[in-house]
């Protein structure tokens, strides 16, 4: 059964930068795209972020576009996203999933001064 573990999320300042990570277990994470999605309270979970198996293509949802990267390392079962410029509207519980067919369970950005 395949299982994504996020981390690294928390409470930051206007501006500052957060990192999150997301690791992977009991499926061919290499063979699989991956996303960071999100969803903030009373609203729907929307894409931030997607990257194909290889890494070699990335798409962004507009309102990331400048300020986020995801990025993966195929060795390590791991997808990263890394955040910077946050703005309160990106307060969210931050989730990863692998188009295979597995979500992770969330990781809480609160970005509040």
């Known amino acids: 059964q395949g299982q994504l573990v996020e981390s690294g999320g928390g409470l930051v300042q206007p501006g500052g930068s957060l990192r999150l990570s997301c690791v992977a277990s009991g499926f061919t994470f290499r063979r699989s795209g991956l996303g960071w999605y999100r969803q903030a309270q009373g609203k729907e979970r929307e894409v931030v972020a997607t990257?194909?198996?290889?890494?070699?293509?990335?798409y962004y949802a507009d309102f990331v576009k400048g300020r986020f990267t995801i990025s993966r390392d195929n060795a390590k079962n791991t997808v990263w996203l890394q955040m910077t410029s946050l703005k309160p509207e990106d307060t969210a519980v931050y989730y990863c999933?692998?188009?295979?067919?597995?979500w992770g369970q969330g990781t809480q950005v609160t970005v509040s001064s």
């Open positions: 999933r692998a188009f295979t067919g597995y």
């Open positions: 990257i194909t198996s290889d890494g070699g293509s990335t």
